[in-house]
């Protein structure tokens, strides 16, 4: 019993070292390290091999320049603060786009929840990156949308949505609705009817009754739906090097550019490492709450 009790616990814990603690600790060593013109583009602070004179030379020489450096070029802190806006707003707006889904889809007769669950989870089996590139093509001043709204005379010319925040916006609620609508719509699912038709009873019109039972209940689901969008969007790097202009700004693509074009692994690294902070705390809320959650249905 001892055993298997100790093999369940053992397993997600080696899953997090393998996946999460010994990656994040090879970034980090990384960003205490210094730029070189070399393969690898930097010169490592800590050298392993030379044991423990190796980590007492490492402590003493310890250094937070890069970390330093990001304070003092005011790309990187506006990035962050673009990028949580962004991914903000992107929640938001999926919110009120899924909600409205997963609440007909839980109001939708039993024979056809499946097909429409297989609506919403399709996408999915499609390349990610070539439906980022079909919106490409769709929002585009020659594409189908606008071609569309100047057949109908909505407008005299072409707007411009392609690379620009609207554009990415468009593209991160696309592309994270499931997320947003498979959570509500399972909180929604296992609603008891009858609870509605009780306030109905006592006096509450349907919209009321909406208002005082189904959003409450639902909360579960929004919140798990909120935290499972924001925390891609977040570092989102495809979406807005694609749909968005020069004028977008995201650490993502930030984070890109000090990798792959400057070269500068360790003040790439640096950035990496607060992003990974800034994700963590969503992530612990995010898990408080399922276990708040997991306590209060025993």
Same mark, same amino acid.
């Given at each position: 019993?001892?055993l298997?009790?100790l093999?369940?616990?053992?397993? #997600? ?5 393998v996946l999460?603690l010994? /990656?994040f600790?090879i ?12 393969? /690898? ?20 020489e ?8 990001l304070t $003092?070029d005011?790309?990187?802190w506006?990035?962050? &603060?673009?990028?949580?806006q ?6 938001l707006l ?7 889904i ?12 499946p097909?429409?669950m297989?609506?919403i989870? &399709?996408?999915?089996?499609t ?5 980022v590139?079909a919106w490409?093509g ?8 606008? $071609?569309?709204?100047l ?6 010319e072409?707007?411009?949505?392609l690379?620009?925040?609207t554009?990415?916006?468009i593209g ?8 947003m609508v ?5 909180a &929604?699912?296992k609603?008891?009817?009858?609870l509605l ?6 006096g509450c ?7 005082a039972v189904t959003? #409450?209940?639902s ?5 798990a739906g909120?935290f ?19 004028e977008t700004l ?6 890109w ?5 400057n070269?500068?692994?360790p ?7 607060i992003?990974l902070?800034?994700l963590?705390? /969503?992530?612990?809320l995010? $898990?408080?709450?399922? $276990?708040?959650q ?5």
């Amino acid at each position: 019993m001892k055993l298997s009790r100790l093999f369940l616990i053992g397993v #997600p814990f080696a899953w997090l070292l393998v996946l999460f603690l010994i /990656p994040f600790a090879i970034v980090f060593k990384i960003s205490l390290s210094d730029i070189a013109l070399s393969i /690898p583009p930097y010169t490592p602070t800590l050298d392993i091999s030379e044991g423990w004179n190796g980590f007492v030379a490492f402590i003493k020489e310890l250094d937070f320049e890069n970390y330093w450096f990001l304070t $003092q070029d005011d790309l990187y802190w506006k990035a962050y &603060l673009s990028s949580l806006q962004i991914a903000l707003i992107s929640t938001l707006l999926t919110l009120m786009v899924g909600f409205p889904i997963a609440y007909s889809m839980a109001k939708a007769p039993d024979e056809w929840r499946p097909s429409l669950m297989l609506l919403i989870i &399709l996408p999915f089996w499609t390349s990610f990156l070539i439906r980022v590139y079909a919106w490409m093509g769709i929002l585009s001043t020659e594409g189908f949308l606008n $071609q569309l709204l100047l057949w109908t005379g909505l407008i005299s010319e072409p707007l411009e949505i392609l690379n620009t925040n609207t554009a990415v916006y468009i593209g991160i609620v696309y592309t994270y609705l499931p997320f947003m609508v498979l959570p509500i719509y399972s909180a &929604l699912e296992k609603m008891d009817g009858t609870l509605l038709e009780a306030a109905e009873d006592l006096g509450c019109t349907r919209t009321s009754a909406f208002w005082a039972v189904t959003v #409450p209940l639902s909360k579960p689901g929004v919140v798990a739906g909120c935290f499972l969008v924001f925390i891609p969007a977040l570092g989102e790097f495809v979406i807005p090097s694609l749909l968005g202009g020069s004028e977008t700004l995201m650490i993502g693509k930030v984070l890109w550019e000090e990798f792959f074009s400057n070269r500068d692994w360790p003040v790439a690294s640096a950035v990496a490492t607060i992003l990974l902070l800034l994700l963590i705390v /969503p992530i612990v809320l995010f $898990q408080r709450n399922e $276990q708040k959650q997991r306590e209060a249905g025993r």
